[in-house]
Nanobody, 122 residues
Framework: QVQLVESGGRSVQTGGSLTLSCRASGCCSSSSVMGWFRQAPGKEREFVALIRWRGGSEFYADSVKGRFTISKYNGKNLVDLHMSSLKPEDTAVYYC???????????????WGQGTQVTVAS
């Protein structure tokens, strides 16, 4: 049974930094893809970043490029999302997900965590 558990969400000031972690169990294969998505109140869930389970091939949404970094640690079922230069518009619930296709579309992801709240105060 696949389980994804996010952690690290909290309130920060504009311009601050934060690292979210996603710990996976019951998965994954070398062909899996790990993604981070976010959902702000009243908005659809949107893509943030993805990385191959074996590492590499990082891809980012334009809105976070240059500010966020996704990392996969070899030998560990852990994917981090380091966020810097945070803006109020980054406020959202952040979710990690795993899929089998290198795709930014959320429909390509089969398993999801429960999410962790990030609030950026202006």
């Amino acid at each position: 049974q696949v389980q994804l558990v996010e952690s690290g969400g909290r309130s920060v000031q504009t311009g601050g930094s934060l690292t979210l972690s996603c710990r996976a169990s019951g998965c994954c294969s070398s062909s899996s893809v790990m993604g981070w998505f976010r959902q702000a109140p009243g908005k659809e869930r949107e893509f943030v970043a993805l990385i191959r389970w074996r590492g590499g091939s990082e891809f980012y949404a334009d809105s976070v490029k240059g500010r966020f970094t996704i990392s996969k640690y070899n030998g560990k079922n852990l994917v981090d999302l380091h966020m810097s230069s945070l803006k109020p518009e980054d406020t959202a619930v952040y979710y990690c997900a795993v899929g089998s296709t290198y795709d930014r579309d959320r429909r390509a992801y089969n398993y999801w965590g429960q999410g962790t709240q990030v609030t950026v105060a202006s």
